[in-house]
């Protein structure tokens, strides 16, 4: 049987056959790239990131300490002042 002239003889359904499974592939293809794309936390997504934590001050005084950028005295008269235990300047 002709279709409009032509005789597709028998190729006709495979090519359509497989041209929608192309379009459909790409097109569920984009749809996940989409949704990864929007889901992902670095800033397109709703998901919020945390800031980065700072470290406190006892913290830094160690770290001072143990780079040696401190000695001993100098690091317990840090400690005191920043806990509040001793008589540090202004207190009274």
Not at 14 to 30: K, N
């Amino acid at each position: 049987m002709f279709w409009y002239g032509h005789d597709p003889g028998g190729w006709g359904w495979f090519t359509m056959s497989v041209g929608m499974l192309l379009f459909w592939g790409v097109l569920i293809t984009l749809g996940v790239l989409v949704w990864r794309a929007l889901s992902r936390p670095d800033g397109l997504g709703t998901t919020p990131v945390p800031p980065p934590r700072r470290p406190t001050p006892e913290q830094l005084l160690a770290e001072r300490f143990a780079r040696g950028e401190l000695d001993e005295n100098a690091y317990r008269h840090g400690l005191t002042v920043l806990r509040g235990d001793g008589d540090g300047p202004g207190r009274r």
